[in-house]
């Protein structure tokens, strides 16, 4: 409303949107800033409901992808692909002007990025097994929706995959997780750059410190939330992620004033004295999450190494992440990003969100011509396909990723070789009928140009002048100016008929009226017609005649260079066609074994589902344990379950 309120004071030009990320996790928030910012011309065009915004340029597909316990695959209908891509982008850069990295080429650092690929322990694959039943439950409606469904699954599987203990901190601390492995790898950066006071950031949204119930300006705080911290998807619970790296870092040597949460500093002061410290070096390992470490916070002078400890919602959350350490003012010419993933949990699902979202925006947000169709293939994409494989742990899962992404990219190959096959074919069988009119045409200004060389010439090669209107011959170039000016006044008197108004060097002349330019139009005929449009000032007129007549060379010229250039180009098309598709073999056989190759993988996933149904079920995400205080110690489940874990653990190291 305020939006549309100051356009029609400012008649459109009152509001300015400024963001890095205007597109943050879907296309269809293109309609809403287009809503914001274009009201008016949505809804000029009918387009102003988001139902035919989207039936316009939504397309609808039903695909296999993987289910979200990361185990199988199901088949899902979603909007996934969009047309008349850039009827939408001229629609949208009304009001928007893109600017993108590779536009702007700002001195960064070069980023190297890790995948830290981390094999699940048995208690997260076994906690991934409950899930999965879980989810198969809440699909056939076996529990209620307020007792269970998607949302929380999801939920508990990324807490999963990061660290059981985030379910309950009873649960065992393995040194295989991928929260110990990011320990590792930050206490030996911290080692190697001692020297230089190198820092790093950790980024984590899961397990964060709680908020101090005892602030007593927690009220006067809340006014004044931020929309970043209202936006926020962390999460807070009776295990701290941030405590816990902290006290291990500390453990290993790194002193405590070393590493600092964000969640510490309350005020903007507080930050803004946190952030110095990091520039400087005094703190070199700095906790946050994407919301409170987002925009605003530079402390990139010396940072060597990020950490996404998990994975977030949005794919602008991991380029908000990415951008305080890749920017300027970085001293480091190389940097290093660590992305810690776990084999067969809900980091694969996470993932693949992220592509599925990553591949339409990178495809719409580009400095280049979008495609009129937003395909399946896209580079930046490719990166969180290939976290996607390293997740699932079974290589052909890997490679029907790869063909998927292949076969598409193989797929635009083949269409843009048709259409381009059938646009030439259609060129070559037109083309001897349109050099036919070509050769004519040229023949027609050889004869015209004849009557050019005719002209007599004075002294300095000159044209001698000569013009005869309505029947009277001028040689006086003023008197000829007056003359045509009293010829082309009939033209007023009727603008759909064509005048004749004398002759030129022998070229009959001719007048019309353009209603289109809204002047009169000069016309001189031999073989073919030459035309100009004239001007109120009649010795002008008289030039522009003149010109005209004794021009014909310079479209005789052109005519035949067209001619030559257009012969080479039919040459050129006759040899394409002659080219069989370069990827057709490549093709044929990615395309079968890809069909093959999901066909079996869903047979196993069906044959998996019946043999886990008749498996007795743990229950390690029960209501009593997702709700105990750790004040109480840990409920009577997790105390018989951690006697049968070391019972199992023996049995384990007998065999």
Known sequence: MKCRYLDEKTGGKGVVFATGTPVSNSITELHTMMRYLQYDFLTAHGMQNFDNW???????????????????????????????????????????????????????????????????????????????????????????PHEDNMLKITGDGRKVGLDPRLVDPSLEDNPNTKLNQCVNNVFQIWQDTAADKMTQIIFCDLGVPKPNQTDSSKDSETDEKSMADIDSLEESGTFC???????????????????????????????????????????????????????????????????????????????????????????NEKVHLYRYVTKGTFDAYSYQLLETKQRFISQVITSKTPARTCSDVDQEALTYSEIKALCTGDERIKEKLTLENRVKELQLFEKEYRDTHFELEDKVTAYPEKRKLMCSRIEKLEHDFEKCKAIPLDKEGKPVFSI????????????????????????????????????????????????????????????????????????????????????????????????????????????????????????????????????????????????????????????????????????????????????????????
Request: net charge negative; proline share 4%.
């Open 468 to 655: 005869t209107i309505k029947g009277t011959e001028y040689t006086d170039r003023k008197e000829a100016a007056e003359a045509l000016k009293s010829a082309l006044d009939i033209v007023y008197t009727d603008r759909d008929r064509t005048f004749p108004i004398g002759e030129i060097y022998g070229f009959q002349i001719y007048a019309t009226y353009d209603n289109n330019n809204e002047c009169i139009r000069g016309i001189i005929k031999g073989e073919l017609e030459y035309s100009v449009g004239l001007s109120t000032m009649p010795s002008v007129n008289v030039s522009k005649f003149e010109k005209l007549a004794t021009g014909i060379e310079k479209h005789l010229d052109e005519a035949r260079k067209k001619l030559t250039q257009s012969d080479i180009d039919i040459e050129s098309a006759k040899e394409i066609l002659a080219q069989p598709f370069e990827y057709a073999q490549e093709l044929a056989e990615k395309t079968e074994r890809l069909s093959d190759l999901t066909d079996e993988l869903n047979t196993e996933a069906a044959k998996r589902l019946q043999s886990t149904e008749k498996q007795p079920r743990t229950h390690y995400f029960g209501k009593d344990m997702i709700l105990s205080s750790p004040k109480k110690g840990p409920s009577k489940q997790a105390q018989e379950r951690s006697v049968e874990q070391e019972n199992n653990k023996n049995k384990g190291a007998a065999i």
């Open 241 to 331: 992620v941030y405590d816990d790296i902290k006290s291990k870092l500390i453990e290993m040597g790194v002193p405590s004033k070393e590493i600092a949460f964000i969640h510490e500093a309350k005020t903007e002061t507080q930050k803004s004295e946190l952030f110095e410290k990091v520039r400087s070096g005094e703190v070199r390992v700095l906790l946050g999450s994407t919301a409170k470490m987002g925009t605003g916070t530079n402390v990139q002078d010396r940072l060597i190494a990020l950490h996404d400890l998990d994975v977030p919602w949005r794919p602008s959350d991991l380029e908000q992440r990415r951008g305080r350490m890749v920017r300027q003012g970085n001293i």
């Open 54 to 144: 989207v039936s316009v340029f939504g397309k609808q597909k039903t695909d296999y992808e993987l289910a979200p316990t990361g185990d199988k695959f199901k088949a899902r209908t979603r909007i996934a692909s969009y047309a008349n891509m850039p009827e939408l982008m001229t629609m949208f850069k009304q009001c928007a002007d893109v600017r993108t990295s590779d536009s702007l080429k700002l001195p960064v650092p070069d980023c190297e990025l890790h995948i830290v690929n981390t094999e699940p322990t048995p208690l997260q694959q076994a906690m991934v097994q409950e899930l999965s039943a879980r989810a198969d439950d809440v699909q056939n409606g076996i529990v209620e």
